[in-house]
C-alpha cells in the first residue's frame, strides 16, 4: 500500500511521477500554479512546448492531483489567457466549477500596440458541490464593505464581506521586498493567504505540485497547515526550502524518517526529499 507523503518538505521531482506514488485522498487542498507555456526561462523546464503536447501534460497533471486530493477537497488553478479557455473545459466533469476569480494585478505590462494585460486566471473547483471547505465566516477572509468605507451605513456588516470574484494585489516586481529574485514567476503571499484561509482547516494538508518559488507554502506554514510541496527543479526547491525557514520559521518534515539533505554552505536545515515512482 502506498506510503502518504511526509509533510512539511518539498519533493524534489516531477509531479507526474511524485503523485502516482502517494495513497489516494491523502490531501486537503491543491493550489496549482503551472508553467503557463509562454516561453519563460526555467532551469528545468521546457516552457514552449506545441500547444497538444502542452494540453495534453496538462490533463495528466490535472489527473494525477485530482487522484490524491480527499473527496471534500478543493483544487484551484492559475493559468494565464493562452490555456484559461482549454483548462476550463477539461475540467468539466472531473470538477465542479464554484468561481472563476480574476487576479488583477497593478505593476503589469506596458503594451504600446494592444491593451496592456494585468490578470491571471484563479480557477476556484471542488470535488463535490455538497461537501467542501469554505470558511466564508474567518475575519481574515472577509474585506471591508463599501456600506462601511464609504457611507457609513449602519446596516453594515460589521465584519465585512466576502471578496468580489475580481482580487487585486500587485504583482510581486524586482524592486519589492517579497521578490525572491531567483525564480521567473511569484505570486503574492497575501492572495495565497486568501486562498489558504478560505478553503482549508488548520492542520490540514495543502498541495502544490508545482512549488516554485514556495509561495504556497509559506501560506500554508504560516497559517498552521501542514504542506507538501513537489519541485522539478532542484536549485529552486532548496531555495524555496530556505525561504520557508526565513519567513515561515518551519524546521522540517513532520515525518521523521523522511529524507533529508542538508547543506552546510547554508548553515540551515534544508528537508528536499528525491521523488520515488510509483510501484
Not at 134 to 150: E, G, H, I, Y
Request: glycine share 6%.
Amino acid at each position: 500500500m502506498p506510503e502518504p507523503p511526509a509533510v512539511n518538505q518539498i519533493v524534489r521531482g516531477d509531479a507526474l511521477r511524485v503523485l502516482p506514488a502517494w495513497p489516494e485522498g491523502c490531501v486537503d487542498l491543491v493550489f496549482a500554479d503551472p508553467p503557463f507555456n509562454i516561453g519563460y526561462a526555467y532551469d528545468r523546464y521546457r516552457d514552449n512546448r506545441p500547444p497538444q503536447e502542452y494540453l495534453d501534460w496538462t490533463e495528466r497533471w490535472i489527473d494525477a492531483c485530482l487522484r490524491v486530493l480527499k473527496a471534500d477537497g478543493t483544487f484551484w488553478i492559475a493559468i494565464g489567457d493562452e490555456y484559461a479557455a482549454e483548462i476550463r473545459v477539461r475540467m468539466r466533469g472531473r470538477a465542479t466549477l464554484r468561481n472563476w476569480v480574476v487576479w488583477h494585478y497593478t505593476f503589469g505590462q506596458n503594451c504600446k500596440l494592444k491593451f496592456n494585460r494585468s490578470h491571471t486566471h484563479l480557477f476556484y473547483f471542488v470535488k463535490d458541490p455538497e461537501r467542501f471547505t469554505f470558511n466564508s465566516d474567518d475575519p481574515r477572509v472577509r474585506v471591508p464593505s463599501d456600506r462601511q468605507l464609504k457611507y457609513n451605513d449602519k446596516r453594515a456588516n460589521p465584519n465585512g464581506r466576502l471578496p468580489h470574484d475580481v482580487w487585486t494585489f500587485p504583482r510581486v516586481c524586482g524592486t519589492f521586498k517579497e521578490r525572491v529574485g531567483w525564480h521567473p514567476c511569484q505570486m503574492p503571499v497575501e492572495l495565497l493567504e486568501r486562498i489558504v484561509l478560505a478553503c482549508s482547516r488548520r492542520g490540514e494538508v495543502v498541495l502544490d505540485p508545482f512549488a516554485g518559488s514556495g509561495t504556497t507554502l509559506v501560506a500554508a506554514a504560516k497559517n498552521d497547515r501542514r504542506w507538501v510541496g513537489v519541485e522539478l527543479s532542484e536549485d529552486y526547491a532548496r531555495r524555496a526550502t530556505r525561504r520557508l525557514i526565513q519567513e515561515a520559521d518551519v524546521s522540517g518534515p513532520d515525518d521523521a524518517g523522511a529524507t533529508r539533505t542538508d547543506d552546510a554552505s547554508a548553515a540551515m536545515p534544508l528537508f528536499v526529499s528525491d521523488e520515488k515512482p510509483a510501484g
